[in-house]
């Protein structure tokens, strides 16, 4: 069956190109997803829920197989070698916008001059703020630096609908020295704000919800295929001309002048190592003939990374019914290192730690470093199967500019969380560690319902019981008082436990074409390859100060005005 485009990937780039795309009613589209679908007015409770911790917590709508490293892996010592992390990577339409926190930032306008100062021509702030106003309809703000008719909604939840826990934090900041800024999509300050969110009428907006709504789907030139899984690029020479996948479990083949590939920052490159188009050396290593040399697929992999400090919230200061949102503000700031620009770092600050109840009684500082230096991180194949997960290592902490900001940064939500306004409704301050066990009793089912319970009877009991059983069962070998007075119990507590947030990105860039490492122009088009464009977060040149789902939005939006202007 022919089309004019065949789109890889129905996540949040694919929603927005299958939309666009099949807006001009003689352009045939066809969508894959190899995860489930959200049919419009029947989606899965767990999606549509505002609070996200359902979602990300449900196997049924991840790549399960997927593990990664987040620290930087010894090659020559493989005793040495981090422990490998489960990955909660979306497998489901919508993509990453379908599971995740429902952020709705964008970053600084200086994160989109280095995208032009790296070879992404036209991607400098102004080029991209019209992109990002088409993207959203703000519930809240008007002006130039917002959308009112974009296809996803966007709206903050205001400071008298926070619960106690997020006052006193707010209460917290404002003590220590930062002002209130009521948009954090307004102009870049520091200061905290209520989070914006792709959200309305306490439901999520993912990019599927949007951008594929029934009217969309009514195109009859937008063919959606979902359960369908791509195995393999048909080439011409080096042009692409279609693409073989299993619908239903039956072998099929398709054909179109033009396939995108929008599988994220670890599934793109994956699909065109497999396709020979990558590193010459890592491709034959695997027996897999080369097609193009392009020495930068798979490189430069990035994320934000960050570390978390919880404790237990009092009772009167947990979530509460006016708002199933967990995280509701957060904090901008400067670290002041020499070279760093204004808002390089980020604390969130989230009132439920996961969905059970334990989950309601753990409050937290989020932390990450907001503008990252650690760029070495990589996807490799393990090998040409592409029923095998790729090898994924971040390389989170590489850059010593990262540890140190991460360290600073612990220590100062640290001394917000013990001064009064927090200190009233919290105790018991701990580091925290997303962790195996973590992950495990965050799986919704009956069992861990049942045994969350119980525990959060016990914790709601004696506090002098409550602080041996946190740190007997909770705490993961390190201790506050320990990473309080030690520098280097501080710093090995951070190279253990950082972690990204699910921010993948930059590892098939955006460059000019003198520029050895890029992987695709500033249309997304493959370098030496005919037919084949990749447009998803892998393409950012560098990850920006921000949630990476709107500007993948965006990234999106601009590229298929570029696609339908004949670029």
Same mark, same amino acid.
């Given at each position: 069956?022919?089309?004019? $485009? ?5 996540? #949040? ?8 795309l ?5 352009? =045939?589209?066809l ?32 790549w399960?197989? *997927? ?26 339409l ?7 926190? /429902? ?18 021509? @036209?991607?400098?702030w ?20 917002h ?25 917290? !900041? ?32 993912? %990019?599927?919800?949007?951008? *594929? ?16 899984q791509? $195995?393999r690029? *048909? ?63 798979? /490189? ?7 570390i978390?400090? #919880? ?24 670290? @002041?290192?020499?070279?760093?620009p /204004? ?11 996961a969905?059970?109840?334990? @989950?309601? /009684? ?10 990252? !230096? ?31 900001r ?8 640290? %001394? ?16 925290? %560690? ?11 089912? %009956?069992?861990?319902? !049942? ?12 506090a002098?019981? =409550?602080?041996a ?28 436990? $950082?972690?990204?947030i699910?921010?993948?990105s ?8 003198e520029?050895p490492?890029?992987?695709? &122009?500033?249309s @997304? ?6 037919? *084949?464009?990749?447009?998803?977060? #892998? ?21 298929? &005005?570029?696609i339908?202007?004949?670029?």
């Amino acid at each position: 069956m022919d089309f004019d $485009t065949i789109i890889i990937g129905g996540g #949040s780039a694919g929603s927005v190109l299958a939309h666009r795309l099949s807006a001009r009613s003689s352009h =045939r589209v066809l969508l894959c997803e190899a995860g489930p679908d959200t049919t419009p007015g029947e989606e899965p409770a767990e999606i549509r829920d505002s609070y996200s911790g359902t979602a990300y917590f449900d196997p049924r709508f991840h790549w399960t197989s *997927l593990r990664v490293h987040t620290q930087v892996v010894s090659h020559n010592n493989p005793t040495e070698r981090p422990p490998l992390r489960k990955y909660e990577q979306a497998r489901v339409l919508g993509g990453g916008s379908s599971i995740n926190g /429902q952020m709705a930032n964008r970053g600084a306008p200086s994160d989109y001059a280095e995208w032009a100062e790296r070879g992404a021509d @036209g991607w400098d702030w102004d080029a991209v703020l019209p992109y990002f106003r088409k993207v959203e309809r703000d519930l809240d703000f008007d002006g130039p630096l917002h959308g009112r008719e974009g296809r996803i909604p966007v709206r903050r939840i205001m400071p008298e609908n926070w619960n106690n826990h997020a006052r006193a934090a707010a209460q917290a !900041f404002e003590d220590a020295g930062f002002r209130y800024l009521p948009d954090q999509n307004g102009e870049w300050r520091d200061g905290y704000f209520p989070i914006t969110i792709s959200n309305q009428d306490e439901t999520r907006a993912s %990019a599927a919800m949007g951008y *594929l709504d029934r009217a969309t789907r009514q195109r009859a030139n937008l063919t959606l295929s979902c359960g369908t899984q791509v $195995t393999r690029l *048909l080439f011409d020479g080096t042009r692409c001309i279609g693409v073989v996948a299993l619908v239903a479990g039956q072998e099929q083949e398709f054909r179109a002048p033009e396939i995108i590939l929008s599988t994220g920052a670890i599934h793109s490159p994956a699909a065109l190592m497999r396709a020979g188009i990558g590193p010459a050396a890592h491709l034959r290593d695997l027996g897999i003939p080369v097609l193009a040399a392009l020495p930068g697929v798979g /490189q430069g992999l990035m994320d934000h990374p960050s570390i978390a400090l #919880s404790s237990f919230v009092r009772k009167a200061a947990r979530v509460d019914a006016r708002t199933r949102r967990h995280i509701l503000l957060g904090l901008r700031y400067s670290s @002041g290192l020499a070279e760093m620009p /204004q808002g390089d770092m980020f604390a969130a600050v989230v009132s439920k730690s996961a969905w059970h109840s334990v @989950g309601e /009684q753990v409050g937290s500082f989020l932390i990450w470093v907001n503008k990252t !230096f650690s760029e070495t991180g990589q996807v490799r194949l393990a090998s040409a199967d592409w029923r095998e997960e790729p090898v994924v290592e971040f390389n989170l902490l590489s850059d010593r500019r990262d540890l140190d900001r991460l360290m600073s940064g612990f220590r100062m939500c640290a %001394a917000m969380m013990m001064a009064p306004a927090l200190a009233a409704v919290t105790d018991n301050p701990f580091p925290a %560690a997303y962790s195996d066990r973590v992950r495990k009793i965050g799986v919704v089912n %009956a069992r861990n319902r !049942f045994l969350t319970s119980v525990i959060s009877r016990f914790l709601d009991g004696p506090a002098f019981l =409550r602080k041996a059983f946190i740190e007997r069962f909770v705490v993961e070998g390190f201790q506050f008082a320990e990473v309080m007075t030690d520098d280097a119990q501080l710093e090995a507590f951070i190279r253990k436990q $950082t972690i990204g947030i699910w921010h993948a990105s930059c590892s098939c860039r955006m460059g000019r074409l003198e520029d050895p490492m890029a992987v695709v &122009d500033a249309s @997304g088009r493959l370098r030496g390859v005919g037919g *084949l464009r990749v447009v998803d977060a #892998s393409i950012f040149p560098v990850v920006p100060c921000a949630n990476t789902n709107f500007p993948t939005l965006m990234v999106a939006e601009k590229i298929s &005005d570029a696609i339908l202007d004949g670029a």
